[in-house]
């Protein structure tokens, strides 16, 4: 009670309204104004009895009003007699817990209660319960107790999967199983969701399945094949008569508990064994205040209150608890005080029946009920964990030091005019940061006003990121992570704290992202789903569209209740919108299941060579599908090949695959009926085991996802091939579902068009198209609105159908900006990490557009940006440097765009033009053209016939032994051309990861003349960087070093101390500490400091530091060190330093590099490459995350590996990387389907006397103009 007194007044400073759901009789007292909702559970509840003044709320006649008046008061059962024996931890000292002892007694109640923080929890669950689970002290000295069995009974889901249930978790689902089995013929299978025989064939007894809703927690949807009811449609059809009642199965999940207790225990069906099993369940289910919860409620749907309620009337039915200590945490969460008279009967129960029970709780009735309570204090934290009183209700009211005490004395006082003034507190205008030291940030204080556009900038490694990403973005995510339910919490891992001393004003927050998601490997999860313009789509075609017959082709006419056609009188159903979706079962293609192509396994592709065994070389593997899987140990598909091989008399290593018999390929293929059993080995908890496996035989194409992983997995056909759908011819749905049109489109219609295409379409629509439903408007408008957004940010040459799998990262953060705008959501702190990428110069304008309009309704823009049109735009700048790495994490300037302007950082120069980039400027500074200077092809490289998506099978010549630049608007088809054809041509990807989510086949062309012999993309993936140490190969020069010097030679020190790891951590560099019912805690193992290393590493020494010492140096510190020996070491660090890396540490861990950093690491090692005959390089944007500064030093790199005889070819948009090549190729002229055309080839010279639409920018930077 204390802490409602301190917490909730806080509510107030929150700039929006404040709406909590609250039992509480204090915390109802602060509110303004309260809703009664009742007057019963279930279906007796659902009204308003109240709506008023929280002073009026304790007047009214209503079970809240009379309970928190004190008219009526809960009632607490007889005390039982006062306890004799005890169980006794001597000394807990657990985090803040002081060296006490507690006494706590057996086969009674005994409550913890105290202020939060002040040590109950982890007295409970962490020394009371890990000592009991442990058989040994934990966190105390000692424990003196008998044999005693601790259950917890927590708020956590009482099951991971939304198939359970209150009747599933305490076993009345086998009860009613046995009840229809009886009653019907059916078997007991047939009446069980967990079984095929029974549940329902598209949500395989779940009966919903999962939305994700941007920003806030998924939903979950019921099933539309059996409406949420989990079973099949026979099933659902057959009813009994139960109390003159007819229900089917899925009609009594659905009953609550209060109403299915008469029928099961009166049943005639049910024998008297069963209905013993089932009374004392659903009594507890009752007295506990749970029974208006469904049978079937899923698991998602309950509150960590009902879970922890549910789970302890699983106890309530056993017959001698006196080996049992039951823990509960707050049970009184989300109940009325009504309720709680029927919890306290239950715990009486259970101690009647010998249990022991220790409650942490707050509830003033709970604490009055307990035979025993134990108070701790007197504050939270370190001024916490003492003992203040441990004794009965009676010696607790006398106790003068308890807060605990003073709240039951003064709990009638507890009234709305008495216990607050209604205070009112004025917002923060601003978002404020103190204390931020996320990687190389300075423990630096901020203050970003709200509702501005505000743009982090700086050098690149200056902090940007870190300030953005991992301090902003990691607690907002935290704070969401703490709003979601305990169930959607147990799937989450929520990871670190934000390194920052405090937030404030952060509040609601979106983090939209660039950065690849593997989920969006999903060829369902497409552009129409992702914007959210399906829906509304959907709605517009089923409500205002028309509908042709299927019969006859004529355009049909709406009845009252059905379709009409006015030719052949045939009729059709009005539609339900969402069997528009080719998601839905109900209308997709039977073939190919909405996905509008099936997949054909193609042997080839898989055995590439047959004259070599399955397990050396016969397959095609580049990651560790399938070869790792099949023929590594402790792999379950490897015991199940080796049990293949004695079957049909083969050996997978060395039996060549041209002579094993057709029969064995066919099952190694193709999976079998059969059941096999065989042994097999697997870890469980660290330990190899050996365990009996029986199961069907499955094959290399039924391994994943059933018999057609090939069609909805191998995205990328890398062992199958794809052929359009010959049921839908496409189109991804039912034939009678394509009859339903808008504007004389069908949905796969206008699915397919570009989106500017699609907003004619949606502008074609009057008001004369709403008469009767109004409330569509609602949907026009949106769709109007969002596909005006995703038009300006450079979108609108994307249609609904395009998979989010082949987007640009650039292309998915803005589609994921649009969707923000429009969506009514205001309030916001939005997180960009450069949206200009991906853009051309022409759109960037459009896009501060939108970031305006973003501020402009209510939200708060924060991003990290370099461009200068952003930048000039922006209400607030805020540049962090001076340099990068450990010489950054500054804020060097702060304020208006003036403001920055009037400072002297790199920033300023360049907004101030003291710094432009131009690459042929004269000595005398008069500024003309020198085409001269510019590289001569030494020969021509050509595509022929490339028609990679909107690419129009032109012949493209491009040069070699220069610089060479692709540009174009967005989705003009550089990337189609030169990463997705040119490059996985002559640079095929070696695949590392799931095969499914690696792009391998080329773009369509007829042929590539003229390709050098070496090629190699070097884009912005972290594969097989792990740190620049390891990355470029330098840790065994390192060690070599060290094992040769003379003080290595005197400790008898070799490299076998530098390779075997820390004693204290196993080489991790952190150690593990469990916390018992708490998340896993790891912590920098003090042995090595969190290198890794043995104690042994760190005694020699080399230019002042042991090998361990070193690398957490720079590379630019480490360089300066050695820089006099002209080696390995200083030639790859140079490198590094060259590229701009030099303020990286040399053991950075590869998760904290940016894209930009990744590219440039490899980059540095081409650099240091010996000479081949000629590379041809691919860089595709490689100005990402740089600023302008770094773009000129970018443009030196590049122009070296040019002058070492390669080519280099830059898909960019950035004008000054453009103006320095030698050679550009322009597609265009726009994006999507009317753009795939080569509009511009020449040098940037004659380019930019052109009419295109990066002629303009490449004039200006030629010619220096403003």
């Known amino acids: 009670?204390?802490?409602?007194?301190?917490?909730?007044?806080?509510?107030?400073?929150?700039?929006?309204?404040?709406?909590?759901?609250?039992?509480?009789?204090?915390?109802?007292?602060?509110?303004?104004?309260?809703?009664?909702?009742?007057?019963?559970?279930?279906?007796?509840?659902?009204?308003?009895?109240?709506?008023?003044?929280?002073?009026?709320?304790?007047?009214?006649?209503?079970?809240?009003?009379?309970?928190?008046?004190?008219?009526?008061?809960?009632?607490?059962?007889?005390?039982?007699?006062?306890?004799?024996?005890?169980?006794?931890?001597?000394?807990?000292?657990?985090?803040?817990?002081?060296?006490?002892?507690?006494?706590?007694?057996?086969?009674?109640?005994?409550?913890?209660?105290?202020?939060?923080?002040?040590?109950?929890?982890?007295?409970?669950?962490?020394?009371?319960?890990?000592?009991?689970?442990?058989k040994e002290p934990r966190g105390c000295e000692k424990i003196e107790v008998k044999h005693i069995k601790p259950i917890l009974v927590d708020q956590s889901p009482i099951g991971k999967n939304p198939r359970s249930n209150p009747a599933t978790y305490t076993k009345l689902s086998d009860i009613i199983r046995d009840l229809?089995?009886?009653?019907?013929?059916?078997?007991?299978?047939?009446?069980?969701?967990?079984?095929?025989?029974?549940?329902?064939?598209?949500?395989?007894?779940?009966?919903?399945?999962?939305?994700?809703?941007?920003?806030?927690?998924?939903?979950?949807?019921?099933?539309?094949?059996?409406?949420?009811?989990?079973?099949?449609?026979?099933?659902?059809?057959?009813?009994?008569?139960?109390?003159?009642?007819?229900?089917?199965?899925?009609?009594?999940?659905?009953?609550?508990?209060?109403?299915?207790?008469?029928?099961?225990?009166?049943?005639?069906?049910?024998?008297?064994?069963?209905?013993?099993?089932?009374?004392?369940?659903?009594?507890?289910?009752?007295?506990?205040?749970?029974?208006?919860?469904?049978?079937?409620?899923?698991?998602?749907?309950?509150?960590?209150?009902?879970?922890?309620?549910?789970?302890?009337?699983?106890?309530?039915?056993?017959?001698?608890?006196?080996?049992?200590?039951?823990?509960?945490?707050?049970?009184?969460?989300?109940?009325?005080?009504?309720?709680?008279?029927?919890?306290?009967?239950?715990?009486?129960?259970?101690?009647?029946?010998?249990?022991?029970?220790?409650?942490?709780?707050?509830?003033?009735?709970?604490?009055?009920?307990?035979?025993?309570?134990?108070?701790?204090?007197?504050?939270?934290?370190?001024?916490?964990?003492?003992?203040?009183?441990?004794?009965?209700?009676?010696?607790?009211?006398?106790?003068?030091?308890?807060?605990?005490?003073?709240?039951?004395?003064?709990?009638?006082?507890?009234?709305?005019?008495?216990?607050?003034?209604?205070?009112?507190?004025?917002?923060?205008?601003v978002?404020?940061?103190?204390?931020?030291?996320?990687?190389?940030?300075?423990?630096?204080?901020?203050?970003?006003?709200?509702?501005?556009?505000?743009?982090?900038?700086?050098?690149?490694?200056?902090?940007?990121?870190?300030?953005?990403?991992?301090?902003?973005?990691?607690?907002?995510?935290?704070?969401?992570?703490?709003?979601?339910?305990?169930?959607?919490?147990?799937?989450?891992?929520?990871?670190?704290?934000?390194?920052?001393?405090?937030?404030?004003?952060?509040?609601?927050?979106?983090?939209?992202?660039?950065?690849?998601?593997?989920?969006?490997?999903?060829?369902?999860?497409?552009?129409?789903?992702?914007?959210?313009?399906?829906?509304?789509l959907f709605n517009l075609i089923a409500y205002i569209g028309d509908c042709d017959c299927i019969e006859c082709g004529t355009m049909m006419k709406k009845g009252e209740e059905k379709w009409i056609c006015p030719n052949c009188k045939a009729t059709s159903e009005f539609i339900n919108p969402k069997y528009l979706s080719p998601e839905s079962m109900v209308s997709n293609c039977p073939k190919c299941k909405g996905l509008?192509?099936?997949?054909?396994?193609?042997?080839?592709?898989?055995?590439?060579?047959?004259?070599?065994?399955?397990?050396?070389?016969?397959?095609?593997?580049?990651?560790?599908?399938?070869?790792?899987?099949?023929?590594?140990?402790?792999?379950?598909?490897?015991?199940?090949?080796?049990?293949?091989?004695?079957?049909?008399?083969?050996?997978?290593?060395?039996?060549?695959?041209?002579?094993?018999?057709?029969?064995?390929?066919?099952?190694?293929?193709?999976?079998?009926?059969?059941?096999?059993?065989?042994?097999?080995?697997?870890?469980?908890?660290?330990?190899?085991?050996?365990?009996?496996?029986?199961?069907?035989?499955?094959?290399?194409?039924?391994?994943?996802?059933?018999?057609?992983?090939?069609?909805?997995?191998?995205?990328?056909?890398?062992?199958?091939?794809?052929?359009?759908?010959?049921?839908?011819?496409?189109?991804?749905?039912?034939?009678?579902?394509?009859?339903?049109?808008?504007?004389?489109y069908n949905i796969h219609q206008l699915r397919q068009m570009p989106l500017k295409e699609l907003d004619s379409i949606i502008n074609q629509i009057t008001s004369v198209d709403f008469v009767g439903a109004e409330l569509l408007k609602q949907d026009w408008e949106?769709?109007?609105?969002?596909?005006?957004?995703?038009?300006?940010?450079?979108?609108?040459?994307?249609?609904?159908?395009r998979p989010t799998y082949n987007m640009s990262a650039g292309e998915y953060e803005r589609l994921r900006l649009a969707s923000t705008l429009g969506s009514g959501l205001t309030a916001l702190t939005i997180l960009l990490d450069e949206p200009t990428r991906g853009l051309h110069p022409s759109e960037v304008k459009d896009l501060l557009e939108v970031l305006h309009e973003l501020r402009d309704e209510g939200n708060t823009v924060i991003t990290v940006e370099h461009d200068l049109e952003i930048i000039k735009g922006a209400d607030f700048l805020l540049d962090l440097g001076p340099k990068s790495g450990a010489e950054g994490g500054k804020v060097i300037a702060q304020g208006s765009l003036d403001d920055i302007k009037n400072t002297n950082t790199l920033t300023a120069q360049w907004l101030s033009n003291k710094k432009r980039t131009n690459p042929y400027r004269s000595t005398t500074?008069?500024?003309?053209?020198?085409?001269?200077?510019?590289?001569?092809?030494?020969?021509?490289?050509?595509?022929?016939?490339?028609?990679?998506?909107?690419?129009?099978?032109?012949?493209?010549?491009?040069?070699?032994?220069?610089?060479?630049?692709?540009?174009?608007?967005?989705?003009?088809?550089?990337?189609?051309?030169?990463?997705?054809?040119?490059?996985?041509?002559?640079?095929?990807?070696?695949i590392i990861s799931s095969f499914h989510s690696e792009r391998k086949k080329p773009g369509e062309h007829n042929l590539i003349e003229g390709a050098p012999q070496n090629a190699l993309i070097v884009d912005q993936t972290k594969r097989k960087i792990y740190s620049p140490l390891k990355y470029f190969g330098l840790l065994n020069s390192f060690i070599k070093i060290y094992t040769k010097s003379a003080e290595a030679d005197v400790l008898g020190i070799t490299d076998i101390h530098y390779k075997r790891g820390c004693t204290g951590c196993k080489g991790y560099g952190r150690t593990k500490m469990e916390m018992g019912f708490l998340p896993t805690v790891y912590t920098t193992c003090d042995v090595c400091k969190g290198t890794g290393y043995s104690p042994e590493a760190w005694e020699v020494k080399v230019k002042g530091y042991s090998l361990p010492e070193l690398i957490k140096l720079t590379i630019e510190e480490v360089y300066n060190l050695f820089k006099d020996e002209n080696n390995r070491i200083t030639r790859y660090l140079k490198a590094a330093i060259d590229v701009g890396l030099g303020y990286l540490v040399l053991q950075q861990p590869a998760y904290t590099l940016s894209g930009g950093e990744a590219q440039r690491m490899k980059i540095a090692n081409e650099l240091c490459k010996k000479a081949k005959d000629h590379t041809l390089y691919i860089l595709d944007e490689p100005t990402v995350g740089l600023h302008l500064d770094d773009v000129e030093r970018l443009i030196g790199i590049l122009q070296k590996l040019v002058d070492a005889g390669n080519s280099v070819i830059v898909v960019e948009h950035h004008p000054n990387v453009l103006a320095a090549c030698d050679w550009l190729i322009e597609l265009g002229p726009v994006g999507g389907p009317e753009g795939g055309y080569i509009i511009a080839s020449d040098t940037p010279e004659q380019v930019a006397h052109k009419i295109t639409p990066t002629a303009p920018f490449i004039k200006e930077i030629l010619e220096g103009t403003e």
Not at 223 to 240: M, P, V
Not at 523 to 536: F, N
Not at 925 to 934: A, C, F, P, W
């Open 180 to 429: 229809f089995a009886e009653a019907t013929g059916f078997t007991k299978s047939h009446f069980s969701f967990n079984r095929k025989e029974g549940q329902c064939e598209v949500c395989e007894g779940i009966g919903a399945k999962k939305v994700k809703i941007p920003y806030i927690a998924p939903i979950w949807l019921p099933c539309e094949k059996c409406g949420g009811k989990r079973f099949k449609d026979e099933l659902l059809a057959t009813k009994i008569e139960l109390n003159g009642r007819f229900l089917s199965i899925g009609d009594f999940y659905e009953l609550s508990i209060n109403e299915a207790t008469p029928l099961i225990l009166e049943s005639q069906y049910l024998s008297e064994k069963n209905k013993k099993q089932a009374e004392p369940i659903l009594k507890a289910l009752i007295d506990i205040g749970l029974g208006y919860l469904h049978l079937g409620q899923s698991s998602p749907t309950l509150s960590g209150g009902e879970a922890q309620r549910v789970k302890l009337a699983k106890y309530l039915g056993k017959k001698n608890l006196s080996d049992g200590l039951i823990v509960l945490d707050e049970p009184s969460t989300g109940l009325h005080p009504h309720d709680i008279s029927g919890l306290l009967t239950v715990f009486d129960h259970l101690v009647r029946s010998g249990a022991t029970i220790v409650i942490v709780e707050h509830n003033t009735d709970i604490i009055r009920a307990a035979d025993w309570i134990v108070d701790l204090g007197p504050g939270a934290g370190p001024k916490g964990g003492r003992l203040i009183f441990a004794g009965n209700i009676d010696d607790l009211l006398k106790c003068k030091k308890s807060l605990t005490s003073k709240a039951l004395q003064d709990e009638e006082q507890y009234t709305p005019d008495k216990l607050f003034a209604k205070k009112k507190y004025r917002h923060s205008n």
């Open 596 to 744: 509008g192509y099936w997949g054909k396994p193609n042997l080839d592709k898989l055995i590439i060579n047959p004259d070599k065994p399955i397990c050396d070389g016969a397959m095609y593997s580049p990651g560790f599908w399938p070869y790792g899987y099949y023929c590594k140990p402790l792999n379950s598909a490897y015991y199940l090949l080796q049990e293949m091989g004695r079957r049909y008399n083969f050996d997978p290593y060395t039996t060549p695959w041209n002579e094993i018999s057709e029969e064995a390929k066919q099952i190694f293929l193709y999976g079998s009926n059969e059941r096999w059993v065989y042994e097999a080995e697997g870890r469980r908890r660290g330990k190899i085991v050996k365990y009996t496996s029986e199961h069907r035989v499955w094959g290399v194409y039924q391994s994943w996802g059933g018999f057609t992983w090939y069609s909805f997995g191998d995205i990328f056909e890398t062992y199958s091939d794809k052929f359009e759908c010959n049921v839908c011819r496409g189109q991804k749905l039912k034939d009678e579902y394509l009859a339903y049109k808008l504007k004389g």
């Open 925 to 990: 500074g008069q500024q003309k053209l020198l085409e001269e200077k510019r590289r001569k092809p030494l020969k021509w490289m050509s595509i022929k016939g490339a028609r990679e998506n909107n690419l129009k099978n032109e012949e493209i010549k491009i040069p070699l032994g220069v610089l060479t630049g692709v540009c174009g608007v967005s989705g003009s088809g550089k990337s189609s051309l030169i990463i997705d054809t040119l490059g996985l041509a002559v640079a095929p990807k070696k």
């Open 782 to 801: 949106f769709l109007a609105k969002r596909i005006k957004y995703l038009k300006k940010v450079g979108l609108g040459y994307l249609n609904c159908n």
């Open 431 to 536: 978002i404020s940061i103190k204390g931020a030291k996320a990687n190389n940030l300075k423990n630096i204080n901020i203050d970003i006003p709200k509702e501005a556009l505000a743009v982090v900038t700086g050098v690149s490694g200056s902090g940007k990121s870190s300030l953005v990403n991992d301090v902003l973005e990691l607690e907002a995510r935290r704070r969401f992570l703490e709003s979601l339910s305990m169930y959607e919490r147990q799937s989450t891992n929520e990871g670190p704290e934000a390194p920052v001393d405090s937030i404030t004003g952060l509040g609601v927050t979106a983090f939209l992202r660039s950065s690849f998601n593997a989920w969006r490997i999903d060829p369902r999860y497409h552009v129409g789903r992702a914007s959210e313009i399906e829906d509304s």
């Open 1 to 134: 009670p204390n802490d409602v007194m301190n917490f909730l007044p806080a509510f107030r400073e929150l700039a929006g309204p404040v709406i909590y759901v609250e039992h509480d009789r204090m915390a109802a007292a602060v509110a303004d104004q309260a809703i009664d909702i009742g007057p019963g559970a279930g279906m007796k509840g659902g009204e308003i009895i109240f709506n008023g003044s929280t002073k009026k709320l304790w007047l009214q006649d209503t079970p809240t009003g009379r309970y928190f008046s004190f008219k009526d008061k809960v009632i607490i059962p007889e005390l039982r007699p006062r306890p004799d024996e005890f169980l006794t931890v001597r000394k807990a000292s657990l985090r803040n817990l002081k060296d006490i002892d507690i006494t706590l007694p057996y086969k009674r109640i005994s409550v913890i209660t105290g202020v939060s923080g002040s040590g109950k929890s982890t007295f409970v669950k962490d020394v009371l319960v890990a000592s009991l689970l442990a």
